[in-house]
C-alpha cells in the first residue's frame, strides 16, 4: 500500500472510531509496560483471587454453616478434622467466616471508593477547571476542612448518628475519604487547563461542559483510576476500624466484624488466636493487594515514575 492510499485510509476512518482506536492503543501500550512490573502482577493476582473468593462464596459456604443456631463444629475449638481454622464460640467455621465475610468488606471497599472518587472526581475537575475564581476558593476551603478534620473522628461521629448499617457505613467512608483524591485530581486539571488544544476549544466556542467532558476528563482518567485502586484499601481499613470499634453492622458478616466479635467473646484473652488471625491476614493481604497495584499503575501512568 503506497502513501497516498495510506493517507486515504486514514481520512475515511471517522474521528470517533480514531480516538477509540487511539486509546485502545495506549491501553495496550499500558498493560504491557504493566505486565513488567512485578510489584502490579503479584498484587493483581492477590487481588482477582479475592474478588474470586468473593464471587464464588455461595457455592462455597451454605447459609446454615453461619448460623449460629445450625452450626455444628464444636465451639471455641482449635483447628481440627474439617475445621481447617477452627471454630467460633457457636461452633461455626472460621474459614466459612472468612469466606463469606470477604463479600462484605470488598463490597464496602469497592461501593465506597466509587462514591469517595466520583465526589472527589467532581469537585477537584471543578475546582481545576475554574482555578483562581470564586468557585476554585469555595470549593478548595472545603476540601481543606475535610483534609484538615481527622477522619476517623468524623467517621465514628457520622457512624453513631446515621447508625449502624452496611449502606450508611458505604455512605461514611465515601464522605470522608474524598478530599485527598479531590486535591489530586484538581491539581492534574490545572496543568491539563493551561495546554494548548483546551485553549483552542475554548475559543472555538466549546462549552465548559464539553471541555471538561472532552479534553480535561480522559487526561485526568488515569489519575483518578489509580487514585481510585489505593482508595479501596483505605476504605476496607476503615470499615474494619469502625467494626471493630463497634460502629459497624452486627448483622452482616465481615472481616472486621469477625474480629469484633472474637474480642467481644474474649478470643484475645482466652487464646483463641485462630478466630482473630486469619480475618486479620485477609485484610492485610487484601488491602496490600490494592495497594501494590495502585502503585504499579501510577508507576506505569506517570511518566517521571516510569522513567526509574
Same mark, same amino acid.
Given at each position: 500500500?503506497?502513501?497516498?492510499?495510506?493517507?486515504?485510509?486514514?481520512?475515511?476512518?471517522?474521528?470517533?472510531?480514531?480516538?477509540?482506536?487511539?486509546?485502545?492503543?495506549?491501553?495496550?501500550?499500558?498493560?504491557?509496560?504493566?505486565?513488567?512490573?512485578?510489584?502490579?502482577?503479584?498484587?493483581?493476582?492477590?487481588?482477582?483471587?479475592?474478588?474470586?473468593?468473593?464471587?464464588?462464596?455461595?457455592?462455597?459456604?451454605?447459609?446454615?454453616?453461619?448460623?449460629?443456631?445450625?452450626?455444628?463444629?464444636?465451639?471455641?475449638?482449635?483447628?481440627?478434622?474439617?475445621?481447617?481454622?477452627?471454630?467460633?464460640?457457636?461452633?461455626?467455621?472460621? #474459614?466459612? /467466616?472468612? *469466606? =463469606?465475610? @470477604?463479600? %462484605?468488606?470488598?463490597?464496602?471497599?469497592?461501593?465506597?471508593? &466509587? !462514591?469517595?472518587?466520583?465526589?472527589?472526581?467532581?469537585i477537584g475537575l471543578v475546582s481545576g477547571?475554574?482555578?483562581?475564581?470564586?468557585?476554585d476558593v469555595g470549593l478548595n476551603a472545603?476540601?481543606?476542612?475535610?483534609?484538615?478534620?481527622?477522619? #476517623?473522628? /468524623?467517621? *465514628? =461521629?457520622? @457512624?453513631? %448518628?446515621?447508625?449502624?448499617?452496611?449502606?450508611?457505613?458505604? &455512605? !461514611?467512608?465515601?464522605?470522608?475519604?474524598?478530599?485527598?483524591?479531590?486535591?489530586?485530581?484538581?491539581?492534574?486539571?490545572?496543568?491539563?487547563?493551561?495546554?494548548?488544544?483546551?485553549?483552542?476549544?475554548?475559543?472555538?466556542?466549546?462549552?465548559?461542559?464539553?471541555?471538561?467532558?472532552?479534553?480535561?476528563?480522559?487526561?485526568?482518567?488515569?489519575?483518578?483510576?489509580?487514585?481510585?485502586?489505593?482508595?479501596?484499601?483505605?476504605?476496607?481499613?476503615?470499615?474494619?476500624?469502625?467494626?471493630?470499634?463497634?460502629?459497624?453492622?452486627?448483622?452482616?458478616?465481615?472481616?472486621?466484624?469477625?474480629?469484633?466479635?472474637?474480642?467481644?467473646?474474649?478470643?484475645?484473652t482466652n487464646g483463641y488466636w485462630w478466630?482473630?488471625?486469619?480475618?486479620?491476614?485477609?485484610?492485610?493481604?487484601?488491602?496490600?493487594?490494592?495497594?501494590?497495584?495502585?502503585?504499579?499503575?501510577?508507576?506505569?501512568?506517570?511518566?517521571?515514575?516510569?522513567?526509574?
Amino acid at each position: 500500500m503506497t502513501t497516498t492510499d495510506t493517507a486515504v485510509t486514514t481520512l475515511t476512518v471517522s474521528p470517533r472510531r480514531l480516538v477509540w482506536q487511539r486509546r485502545l492503543d495506549a491501553l495496550t501500550r499500558s498493560w504491557v509496560l504493566y505486565r513488567h512490573n512485578r510489584q502490579g502482577i503479584v498484587g493483581l493476582g492477590f487481588m482477582l483471587f479475592f474478588i474470586a473468593l468473593a464471587l464464588a462464596a455461595p457455592l462455597l459456604v451454605s447459609p446454615e454453616d453461619i448460623e449460629p443456631a445450625t452450626a455444628q463444629g464444636q465451639p471455641n475449638h482449635s483447628p481440627y478434622a474439617g475445621y481447617p481454622l477452627g471454630t467460633d464460640n457457636f461452633g461455626r467455621s472460621v #474459614l466459612d /467466616l472468612v *469466606i =463469606v465475610g @470477604s463479600r %462484605i468488606s470488598l463490597l464496602v471497599g469497592v461501593t465506597a471508593t &466509587v !462514591v469517595a472518587v466520583s465526589l472527589g472526581a467532581t469537585i477537584g475537575l471543578v475546582s481545576g477547571y475554574y482555578g483562581g475564581t470564586k468557585i476554585d476558593v469555595g470549593l478548595n476551603a472545603i476540601t481543606n476542612w475535610f483534609l484538615v478534620i481527622p477522619w #476517623l473522628i /468524623l467517621a *465514628i =461521629v457520622l @457512624s453513631s %448518628i446515621l447508625g449502624a448499617s452496611v449502606w450508611i457505613i458505604i &455512605v !461514611v467512608i465515601g464522605v470522608t475519604s474524598w478530599a485527598q483524591p479531590a486535591r489530586l485530581i484538581r491539581a492534574q486539571a490545572l496543568s491539563v487547563r493551561a495546554r494548548p488544544y483546551v485553549e483552542r476549544a475554548r475559543v472555538l466556542g466549546c462549552s465548559d461542559r464539553a471541555i471538561l467532558s472532552r479534553h480535561i476528563l480522559p487526561n485526568v482518567a488515569p489519575v483518578i483510576f489509580a487514585n481510585a485502586i489505593l482508595t479501596v484499601a483505605v476504605a476496607i481499613l476503615t470499615e474494619t476500624t469502625l467494626s471493630i470499634l463497634g460502629l459497624g453492622d452486627a448483622t452482616a458478616i465481615s472481616w472486621g466484624v469477625i474480629i469484633e466479635q472474637a474480642f467481644s467473646a474474649g478470643a484475645m484473652t482466652n487464646g483463641y488466636w485462630w478466630w482473630m488471625v486469619p480475618p486479620g491476614i485477609a485484610i492485610v493481604c487484601v488491602t496490600l493487594s490494592f495497594t501494590m497495584c495502585g502503585y504499579a499503575l501510577d508507576e506505569v501512568l506517570n511518566p517521571k515514575l516510569r522513567g526509574r
